[in-house]
């Protein structure tokens, strides 16, 4: 089945470390998106990547880095600069489905900080 | 700036009822609205996505509506049921970029 994968579902840190969360697609899309979900907000967006080796940040892309090596893949990492980190993570992609551009996401990735 | 609000954020109704989630933008020039449910702890999941040509779209109980002119979508859930509870969002779809609405939560009571 094609769909979106992030790794971990859960992930703990301590202060002053940087992690890296996993986002793999099998759809063959070629936009890829990361967002931030906080308690009673809605999405905001980190990063995005319209094509391999490229990517722009968002609206809230200060304390967090990502790479696009594959088409594939699109790793995020939080980094130590990243002062409240503790959120939900969801990563999605672009594609046609019925002809329309449509925005698929994974199961999310819930980042705790110790 | 495009700013997607939604209102209510929390609603409550009995099984079995009709409702209307509502959800407005400011800035008109779109190419598509989409609904999307999450349930806790999710992803989220597409319902319908309304291109800015289109004025409906309607999948089994649900229907959604845009009136760019207005700047406003609504998503009507027909007899509604328990296992329609979960948060609603809508999101506005740009040039590469999406905004969200920050989402109705429904609880639907049996």
């Known amino acids: 089945d094609g769909g979106i994968t992030q790794s971990p579902k859960y992930l703990f840190r301590k202060e002053g470390q940087n992690v890296t969360l996993s986002c793999e697609q099998n759809?063959?899309?070629?936009?890829m998106y990361w967002y931030r979900q906080d308690p009673g907000q809605g999405l905001r967006l980190i990063y995005y990547?319209?094509?391999?080796?490229?990517?722009q940040k968002g609206d809230i892309a200060e304390g967090y880095s990502v790479s696009r090596e594959k088409k594939e893949s699109f790793p995020l990492t939080v980094t130590s600069a990243q002062k409240n980190p503790t959120a939900f993570y969801l990563c999605?992609?672009?594609?046609?489905?019925?002809?329309?551009?449509?925005?698929?996401f994974g199961p999310g990735t819930r980042l705790t900080v110790l | 700036k495009q700013e997607v609000t939604q209102i209510p954020a929390a609603l409550s109704v009995p099984e079995g009822e009709n409702l209307v989630l509502n959800c407005s933008f400011t800035?008109?020039?779109?190419?598509?609205l989409q609904w999307f449910r999450q349930d806790p702890g999710k992803g989220l999941t597409s319902l319908l996505l309304?291109?800015?040509?289109?004025r409906e779209q309607t999948s089994g109980r649900l229907n959604a509506s845009l009136d760019k002119s207005s700047g406003r979508s609504t998503l009507y859930i027909a007899a509604s049921q328990p296992g329609d509870s979960a948060t609603y969002l809508c999101?506005?779809?740009?040039?590469?970029?999406?905004?969200f609405g920050t989402g109705t939560r429904l609880k639907v009571l049996a």
């Open positions: 800035d008109s020039a779109i190419y598509n």
């Open positions: 309304i291109q800015s040509s289109q």
């Open positions: 999101a506005t779809s740009g040039t590469y970029k999406y905004i």
């Open positions: 759809l063959n899309h070629d936009a």
């Open positions: 999605a992609s672009n594609g046609l489905a019925g002809g329309q551009d449509t925005q698929y």
């Open positions: 990547s319209q094509i391999v080796n490229d990517f």
